[in-house]
């Protein structure tokens, strides 16, 4: 018969391992505190685990006999799922470090009020959706496929949730502006997505939207900034990727501000999930001139120009900026900038 000691140190067991005890962890527990970390039990988390391992503050709570231990149990099971990991590759530096968007077209909905607190009623929805590939097509970001991971809104939630704000549109609403639609009660991953509750104010821009809230024909959109990504750039074609476009992973990112969106006519749109980048920086370019020059300057490393104007930095007059990439630098630039150009020319930056 199993003591109370003996079942108190198994149930403690159990506790350390968040993804079950049948599964198999990269780091089995090397850290103070007897945790396992990253999961291999599904291609998804052998990506993420290969992603944050990478990061300098995760790798430095190691030693170089652990950290090798870990990588060479990422690797062997990412062989599973054909993936191939190499020990120089580096994170996405080929994107514009600019905050980015995205939209659902789930519809948003509006419960009725139960409570006080409830104002108005309470919008649900989810602001992302995990592990659906979308198109991305944009003048700032390139052309490839996107998917979020489960994980990547896990650290925002936990970190940001305060402050983060909930918009209409985006704030760029010629009424509303960038008036807060209420606070959040609630906001967490599940099985599906981001999920979020929000009670609206009762106020007059509320009370504008709520017939449409109620009518469905609102989805929601979220801005993001993409701090860790895992690209493929050659990837095989496939039913979800027909044309091989390169593909990217967001396996980290912060999140700023969400709310209802009102869909563009785009026929060629995904109907799940979509870019909405470009009518973001349009619709900053008529409110925030500044802001928006400040986003060229950030992409113009990969992008001419924006402005129009021949003396704009992003039309390479004025100073240079700093090259963006997630604040990281290469370590070897020349053969950095060779792999940039050609993954750019790649995902249709560059020509």
């Not at 780091?27 to 998804?44: A, F, I």
């Not at 659906?132 to 496929?145: A, M």
């Not at 007059?317 to 792999?339: K, M, V």
Request: net charge neutral.
């Amino acid at each position: 018969m199993q003591s109370s000691v003996e079942a108190e140190r198994a149930g403690a067991k159990t506790a350390k391992a968040p993804y079950g005890t049948e599964t198999t962890y990269a780091d089995p527990g090397y850290q103070s505190d007897g945790v396992k970390r990253y999961p291999l039990d599904t291609e998804e988390h052998c990506r993420a685990a290969w992603s944050y391992i990478n990061q300098a503050d995760n790798a430095a709570k190691y030693t170089a006999d652990q950290l090798a231990a870990i990588k060479s149990k990422i690797k062997a099971a990412g062989k599973k799922y054909g993936i191939s990991f190499a020990d120089d590759e580096t994170k996405s530096t080929l994107t514009p470090d600019i905050d980015v968007v995205r939209a659902v077209a789930l519809p948003t909905e509006l419960r009725a009020a139960m409570a006080v607190d409830d104002g108005l009623g309470v919008l649900t929805g989810y602001f992302s959706t995990f592990d659906v590939w979308y198109p991305v097509e944009s003048k700032f970001e390139g052309r490839f496929l996107e998917r979020a991971a489960p994980v990547a809104f896990s650290e925002t939630i936990d970190r940001d949730r305060a402050a983060m704000k909930v918009l209409f549109d985006h704030g760029a609403d010629p009424t509303i502006g960038n008036k807060v639609l209420g606070p959040i009660r609630d906001v967490r991953p599940d099985q599906s997505g981001a999920r979020f509750e929000v009670p609206l104010f009762d106020t007059s821009y509320n009370r504008e939207l709520t017939p449409g809230l109620r009518a469905g024909v609102y989805g929601a959109s979220m801005r993001m900034h993409v701090l860790d990504d895992v690209w493929n750039d050659r990837p095989v074609r496939s039913a979800h990727n027909p044309d091989g476009l390169p593909e990217r992973t967001v396996t980290r990112a912060k999140v700023m501000e969400f709310g209802p969106v009102t869909f563009p006519a785009n026929p060629h749109a995904n109907a799940g999930i979509r870019s909405m980048t470009d009518r973001y920086y349009d619709q900053l370019r008529q409110r925030d001139s500044g802001a928006y020059e400040a986003a060229c300057r950030a992409a113009s490393s990969v992008i001419t120009d924006f402005t129009g104007r021949p003396d704009a930095r992003s039309a390479g007059g004025g100073e240079p900026d700093a090259r963006p990439g997630n604040g990281r630098a290469s370590s070897s630039p020349s053969a950095q900038q060779r792999l940039d150009a050609d993954s750019l020319r790649i995902r249709g930056i560059l020509t």
